[in-house]
């Protein structure tokens, strides 16, 4: 009912740059918060950045400075600029949205993930 679909990942080296996006579709009524979330190999998935409806953002310290988080409401899309990239960045990149559904349901609805490898 419900799908996200993410793009734009791939092998990039350091200090390089990627901008990731993902695009909700089905029967959604209305999206509140979006965000981006990564797991490393071996590592439990963390979150990355979140933005609300009303555009307020969020960053784990880390990539504060060096990512940028945007939506546009009217596509349904949310999007994850990651400028001077770093090895530790390496990680597969998940979208996550909070989503009001035409059935009236609320849920959070997560994509399949988007490969990101920082290596020279």
């Known amino acids: 009912q419900v799908q996200l679909v993410e793009s734009g990942g791939g092998l990039v080296q350091p200090g390089g740059s990627l901008r990731l996006s993902c695009a909700a579709s089905?029967?959604?009524?209305?999206?509140?918060?979006m965000g981006w979330y990564r797991q490393a190999p071996g590592k439990q998935r963390e979150l990355v950045a979140t933005i609300s409806r009303g555009y307020s953002t969020n960053y784990r310290d880390s990539v504060k400075g060096r990512f940028t988080i945007s939506r546009d409401n009217a596509k349904n899309t949310v999007y994850l600029q990651m400028n001077s990239l770093k090895p530790e960045d390496t990680a597969v990149y998940y979208c996550?949205?909070?989503?009001?559904?035409?059935?009236?349901?609320?849920?959070?609805?997560w994509g399949e993930g988007t490969l990101v490898t920082v290596s020279s």
């Open positions: 089905g029967s959604i009524f209305s999206i509140n918060n």
């Open positions: 996550n949205a909070n989503i009001y559904t035409t059935q009236r349901t609320f849920m959070a609805y």
